[in-house]
Nanobody, 115 residues
Framework: QVQLVESGGGLVQAGGSLSLSCAAS????????MGWYRQAPGKQREFLAD???????NYVDSVKGRFTISRDGAKNTVYLQMNSLKPEDTAVYYC?????????WGQGTQVTVSS
């Protein structure tokens, strides 16, 4: 069983930055594809970025150039650095770990961007 715990959300003004962290339990972390999703009120959960065990990232177009995903195998942690935040980035952000067909989710952390 893998447990994921996010931290780092909060309130920030438009144009500001936030860094999210997701700590994973278990040695399986090193082979998981780790990702970040978000869900705004009344909207579906959307993919933002992921990073494989080799460190190769993948981003949705809407966050390219603004968000950076990274992982630290020694700390079993994945990060999401978010810059140039916009009010439309307001959402609950979820950490995801994927191994084949198995998906693991964190509890989510709120990010609110004020205009």
């Amino acid at each position: 069983q893998v447990q994921l715990v996010e931290s780092g959300g909060g309130l920030v003004q438009a144009g500001g930055s936030l860094s999210l962290s997701c700590a994973a339990s278990g040695s399986i972390f090193r082979i998981l594809v780790m990702g970040w999703y978000r869900q705004a009120p009344g909207k579906q959960r959307e993919f933002l970025a992921d990073i494989n065990s080799g460190g190769s990232p993948n981003y949705v177009d809407s966050v390219k150039g603004r968000f950076t995903i990274s992982r630290d195998g020694a700390k079993n942690t994945v990060y999401l650095q978010m810059n140039s935040l916009k009010p439309e980035d307001t959402a609950v952000y979820y950490c995801n770990g994927r191994l084949g067909a198995r998906n693991y989710w964190g509890q989510g952390t709120q990010v609110t961007v004020s205009s």
